[in-house]
């Protein structure tokens, strides 16, 4: 919504879908990285229910299958083949 000058307050002239195209990959990547383990920290200082607990398992799962499709994981080249 324009200001009391006419102009876009600054930080809100894009939508998300705007933001998501502008949005590099590796960027994306990263936040999402960012995001699981801000959340799996979450475990110790959050509330403790268990309403709360299975929202944010539910929400790290679906922002490891949304890392999973950008960055999918690399095979373990330690591990012992045949």
Do not use: F, Y
């Not at 600054?10 to 705007?18: K, L």
């Not at 998501?20 to 383990?37: F, W």
């Not at 110790?44 to 709360?52: D, H, I, L, V």
């Amino acid at each position: 919504m324009p200001g009391a000058d006419g102009r876009e307050p600054q930080g809100m002239a894009c939508t998300n879908e705007d933001q998501a195209e502008e949005v590099s990959p590796r960027h994306r990547i990263e936040r999402l990285r960012e995001d699981i383990r801000k959340l799996v920290l979450m475990k110790e200082t959050g509330p403790k229910s268990a309403t709360w607990h299975r929202a944010r398992v539910r929400t790290i799962w679906r922002l490891q299958r949304q890392l999973d499709a950008l960055d999918p994981p690399r095979p373990n080249l330690l591990e012992k083949q045949g």
